[in-house]
């Protein structure tokens, strides 16, 4: 994965991270996923909860964060803008 | 050389060159949006090449109308003095659109080519060199109305540069084997079609014809892949 990723590719790493797990994922399979660290992912979780695009979800002791709706809808816009990209020879 | 343009096809190539020119808005708008998301300077490069590309359209759209307006007019009456205030303008407009386009196609060039590259650097070398050349010589021509005179030399640098991105787009659907990689190879190809086809208008109106359906379905080719990745 590309060291310098932009803001908006490490949430839409985030994001699909989740989704590919049906949804839903624990916060250090993230970390791993995402291919972040555990400080970094922090503030972009909050940035996603604030967003709606995630949720977080507490069963028993653990703690899941699930895709929403808008997180979806918006996973499903970058996946488009990224088949433009690459249809140009310059991936996303 | 001149060019040669068919009396019929006064106007429809101002339209041709609006519509290409939305359609490139459209390109540039989700490059823009690609570019925010990755932060790539490739994809900004396409976006403000496409967005460039667009305006040189509106402007020679825009100039030429005027220029078959005031030519129409002048069949009843007209002065000299308007004839050669319109041709002026069409001076200005031609450069900012020759002006425009390159600067465009060189950020195309950019977007496919790693500013590291030894090829980046030599292919830089060479088209300042011929830039450099073209304006010494013409500098010494009087012969020609201005933008008259640089009309060929801009359909060579541009064909030799959109050749170049063509290429680039064969190899990517070499590699991708999609129907968006193919539209956006066509397209390019169509592109480059439209300055050689240009670099020939004087032999027939048909080769500016021709050059125009060129480029409006290269355009029209991208609004098809685009409609495509929406859907």
Redesign the interface.
């Known amino acids: 994965m590309n060291s310098r990723r ?1 803001k ?2 490490i949430y ?1 790493d985030i994001l699909r991270s989740v989704q590919r797990e049906r949804g839903k994922l624990k916060k250090t399979h993230i970390v791993y996923k995402a291919n972040l660290t555990h400080s970094r992912l922090e503030g972009y979780l909050d940035f996603l909860l604030s967003k709606d695009l995630l949720i977080e979800e507490k069963n028993k002791k653990e703690i899941f964060y699930t895709i929403t709706e808008k997180g979806l809808r918006f996973l499903g816009e ?1 996946n ?2 990224k ?8 991936p ?1 | 050389m001149h060019i040669i343009i068919p009396v019929w096809f006064y106007g429809f190539d101002s339209a041709m060159y609006l519509v290409s020119s939305l359609i490139g808005f459209l390109v540039s708008f989700y490059f823009n949006k690609i570019y925010s998301i990755s932060s790539e300077k490739k994809h900004m490069y396409l976006y403000l090449g496409f967005l460039l590309l667009s305006i040189g359209f509106v402007t020679l759209s825009i100039t030429n109308i005027f220029s078959y307006i005031v030519f129409n007019n002048c069949h009843t009456s007209c002065e000299l003095g308007l004839m050669d205030d319109a041709f002026s303008l069409e001076d200005f407009s031609y450069f900012m659109y020759f002006g425009l386009s390159l600067f465009a196609y060189v950020l195309f060039i950019n977007s496919y080519l790693s500013k590291n590259s030894k090829f980046h650097k030599i292919f830089i070398t060479i088209f300042s060199v011929y830039f450099l050349v073209i304006i010494s010589f013409l500098s010494l021509n009087d012969d020609y109305k201005l933008w008259y005179s640089y009309h060929e030399y801009f359909h060579l640098a541009s064909l030799i540069i959109m050749i170049f991105i063509s290429f680039k787009n064969v190899l990517n659907y070499n590699e991708k084997r999609s129907l968006n990689s193919f539209l956006v190879m066509i397209s390019f190809m169509l592109i480059s079609i439209f300055h050689l086809l240009h670099l020939f208008s004087f032999i027939s109106g048909w080769m500016y014809v021709f050059a125009h359906i060129s480029v409006l379905s290269g355009f029209i080719t991208l609004l098809i892949m685009l409609l495509r990745v929406k859907k």
């Open positions: 932009s908006t590719k839409i970058a488009k803008l088949e433009i990209s690459e249809a140009f020879g310059i996303l």
